[in-house]
């Protein structure tokens, strides 16, 4: 079972930031925040991953609570094309299977 | 690089009948997988590799065999098609098997009547 907790559904407004929420209250020490996108009929795409530290890439930023609890996902500028399934994935970095247990996620829908 | 790609992109079997779902990689990945995606399932662990001659099962292995003779291939045998069969299939792979990003092929979508 996934072991994280994220809304549905989510609207955003074309050009604004998306924040996608995300609860994984069970998280052990060393267990990273991994987050996945899916566009429609597409195959999962990677996006960003942390520990405790916030990141930041050319796609989005990741903040995560001190307590490492929650996170939020930040998408600074959203467009069209970021409508999308966002998955967001704790698993060990060292992983012995190299699995991803993606739940249900967040289905974010950028409007003009 | 081609990434990840995945052959075909289609396809409809009958009840009983098998074949095979092609995977293929060109970034000398060691560690490939397959998953399977169903409606208000989530993507689901078939099976993975962590390397040329080493498979695994994952989470929902039954009815489906995998084999890696080369880095670049990991095909995924479905050996007698159920209904129950029917999914939307992503191969992926990645440097190894705790690497932070998978890349995911296109998918094959799977249909058994």
């Known amino acids: 079972d996934a072991k994280t907790t994220q809304p549905t559904s989510m609207d955003c407004a074309e050009g604004r930031a998306a924040n996608l929420p995300c609860n994984h209250s069970?998280?052990?020490?060393?267990?990273?925040v991994y987050w996945y996108r899916q566009i429609h009929s597409q195959g999962p795409q990677y996006i960003i991953h942390?520990?405790?530290n916030n990141e930041t890439n050319e796609m989005a930023s990741l903040i995560i609570t001190e307590d490492r609890k929650s996170s939020t996902l930040i998408l600074p500028h959203a467009t069209l094309r970021d409508t999308a399934v966002y998955y967001c994935?704790?698993?060990?970095?060292?992983?012995?299977?190299?699995?991803?247990?993606f739940g249900q996620g967040t289905t974010l829908q950028v409007k003009p | 690089n081609a990434g990840v790609t995945q052959t075909p992109k289609f396809q409809v079997l009958k009840t009983g009948q098998s074949m095979t779902l092609q995977c293929a990689q060109d970034m000398n990945h060691e560690y490939m997988s397959w998953y399977r995606q169903d409606p208000g399932m989530g993507l689901r662990l078939i099976h993975y590799s962590v390397g040329a001659g080493i498979t695994d099962q994952g989470e929902v292995p039954n009815g489906y065999n995998v084999s890696r003779s080369t880095t670049e291939d990991f095909p995924l045998r479905l050996l007698s098609a159920a209904p129950s069969q029917t999914s939307v299939y992503f191969c992926?792979?990645?440097?190894?098997?705790?690497?932070?990003?998978?890349?995911f092929g296109p998918g094959t979508r799977l249909t058994v009547t």
């Open positions: 942390g520990l405790k």
């Open positions: 069970t998280i052990s020490g060393n267990e990273y």
């Open positions: 994935i704790v698993r060990e970095g060292s992983s012995n299977t190299g699995k991803l247990i």
């Open positions: 992926a792979s990645s440097q190894d098997r705790g690497d932070y990003e998978q890349y």
